[in-house]
């Protein structure tokens, strides 16, 4: 098998993106110009020509050291192949990583689960949760908790309405705004990324920006779906504290899921490993579909403290 080590520039972009598309495991996450959207500095691994493609993305912040890591709003890359995506083949592209990599942080598609069986890395195995549309609206409903019912209920009486008229910076600052409050701190660079990624998306009709609004035309909540053939990722979304009091959040999803019942689509959650998270998402029915997050630390012991 021939594995070949491209520079960016080096890459051909129709080639690479034509092998995501087509891969059984395809994700949007793969394409060119997601990851040109979610760091400055990428290579790829490839196999042959272009029948498997294998990003890595890297920078050399800790000591000048080079290391690969997963970016933000880019939940899973790993092996991307027209083949058959077994161990072996697996196996083969994580020798082909250059040694200059003393660390790594990746996360694997969740068809990548044959990473599992390589004893030599340090794997964990991380939740992500689908919703699958392909029933009548009212089989999908009664799968919902007691708890996401009793909100819609509550949600009904408020009169919110549904928009997708919220422009990408309003969402955005909503979206930081309420992690503020909630004491996360997240670097500038996640919202500059967050811009890039959804009017990248927008241009190429491949997301929307969905939001609930009360009678007071106050904003409640919003999601951003991220569209990748079947999947709609919610990539990003935002309660506000007056929509976390009137079920907002539970009414825009269940708008989504009554929209797209009895369709091909599903629902792509992204996550989550914070319980409350995860329980939240799993009272509208949905179910664990795992993705892999493998990690290798070569550091020099004198660094290697950084990243226990």
């Not at 998270?277 to 009272?283: G, L, P």
Request: with cysteine; glycine share 6%; aromatic share 14%.
């Amino acid at each position: 098998m021939e594995i070949r080590l491209l520079k960016r520039e080096e890459i051909e972009a129709a080639k690479w993106n034509g092998c995501v598309h087509y891969a059984t495991n395809s994700k949007i996450y793969g394409y060119t110009w997601y990851l040109d959207n979610v760091t400055n500095d990428w290579m790829g691994l490839v196999e042959g020509d272009y029948q498997s493609v294998f990003p890595l993305i890297w920078n050399d912040k800790l000591f000048k050291i080079k290391q690969l890591y997963q970016p933000f709003l880019c939940q899973q890359l790993g092996l991307f192949t027209v083949n058959v995506r077994s161990k072996e083949r697996i196996n083969q592209f994580l020798e082909a990583i250059p040694k200059e990599f003393k660390y790594w942080d990746l996360s694997f598609n969740d068809g990548n689960r044959n990473v599992l069986k390589l004893k030599e890395y340090d794997v964990v195995e991380k939740k992500n949760y689908h919703l699958e549309l392909n029933k009548p609206y009212d089989e999908l409903y009664q799968a919902y908790s007691k708890n996401v019912k009793r909100n819609l209920k509550k949600a009904l009486k408020e009169g919110l309405y549904l928009t997708g008229n919220l422009k990408p910076e309003t969402f955005v600052e909503a979206v930081k705004k309420a992690q503020i409050a909630k004491g996360v701190q997240h670097p500038e660079a996640l919202y500059h990324t967050a811009h890039r990624i959804i009017w990248n998306c927008l241009h190429r009709g491949k997301g929307v920006i969905t939001a609930a609004f009360n009678t007071d035309k106050e904003l409640c909540a919003a999601i951003f779906f991220m569209f990748d053939g079947r999947a709609m990722i919610n990539l990003l979304n935002v309660s506000t504290a007056v929509g976390k009091d009137v079920g907002a959040m539970p009414y825009l999803l269940d708008a989504t899921i009554k929209r797209e019942a009895e369709g091909f689509k599903y629902i792509d959650f992204e996550g989550s490993s914070v319980p409350g998270i995860a329980r939240f998402y799993e009272s509208f029915g949905a179910q664990n579909v795992p993705y892999y997050q493998l990690k290798r630390n070569e550091l020099p012991w004198w660094a290697k403290w950084r990243k226990k």
